[in-house]
């Protein structure tokens, strides 16, 4: 089915320890992002990117990295996961608003992720 | 900086009945979009109403709808015959309709939805 791919869905991560959640999505979307989501928080923006080749920073951008070397993936890397990363994390995708339309975002379904 | 606040939590619905959650929000463009999601405990996202901000009728969607006052910023969802389905986290977001990252979705912080049968 056409849509947004997370994985994995659940992480345990040791302290200092790196990994990278993936987000793959199918439907041409220009606009990917990333958003964690902590209790009483709502969602975050991490990450995100406009195109392919072109990323910049979020809300909450320490202790994060992303690239986005073709149009599909968007990878989120944790380079020295802490407990404070700990939270479900989502990946999003879109159309361009570049052209006024709103056609709505597309999330994948999170990945969990603790850090002990 | 634009926000969005959601000021209750929780929320506790009986069903069949009706129910209003309530969201503010604060910026000084005037070409935006407003979203209602809900997150039941699958954790999955979904999309339940959007609001474009030039438009003045109140957007509709079967038992969602809204109430947008554009002047005092606010946006609040009405879920009318509430089911035990639509016990959910329900989130307010806003997006500026430009390019680039103004386009950017904002979330509040939440309201948890309780149905009780």
């Known amino acids: 089915n056409a849509g947004v791919t997370q994985t994995p869905k659940f992480q345990v991560l040791k302290t200092g320890q790196s990994m990278t959640l993936q987000c793959a999505q199918d439907?041409?979307?220009?606009?990917m992002s990333w958003y964690r989501q902590d209790p009483g928080m709502g969602l975050r923006l991490i990450h995100y990117?406009?195109?392919?080749?072109?990323?910049d920073q979020g809300e909450v951008p320490n202790g994060y990295n992303v690239s986005r070397s073709t149009t599909e993936d968007f990878p989120l890397r944790l380079l020295s996961a802490a407990p404070s990363q700990t939270s479900v994390y989502f990946c999003?995708?879109?159309?361009?608003?570049?052209?006024?339309?709103?056609?709505?975002?597309?999330f994948g379904s999170g990945t969990r992720l603790t850090v002990v | 900086a634009q926000t969005v606040t959601q000021s209750q939590p929780e929320m506790s619905v009986q069903e069949a009945e009706t129910v209003t959650l309530s969201c503010t929000y604060d910026?000084?463009?005037?070409?935006?979009?407003l979203f209602w999601y809900k997150q039941p405990p699958s954790r999955q996202m979904i999309l339940v109403i959007r609001?474009?901000?030039?438009?003045?009728q109140n957007a509709t969607e079967n038992r969602f709808s809204v109430n947008f006052q554009k002047a005092a910023k606010s946006f609040s969802l009405k879920i009318s015959d509430s089911q035990l389905g639509d016990a959910a986290m329900y989130f307010c977001?806003?997006?500026?309709?430009?390019?680039?990252?103004?386009?950017?979705?904002?979330f509040g912080k939440g309201t948890k939805l309780s149905v009780k049968p």
């Open positions: 609001q474009e901000a030039y438009k003045q």
């Open positions: 990117s406009v195109g392919a080749g072109i990323t």
């Open positions: 439907m041409n979307h220009e606009y």
């Open positions: 999003a995708s879109s159309y361009s608003t570049y052209f006024g339309v709103d056609v709505g975002y597309t």
């Open positions: 977001a806003y997006r500026l309709n430009y390019g680039g990252s103004q386009g950017n979705l904002i």
């Open positions: 910026t000084s463009e005037s070409d935006y979009y």
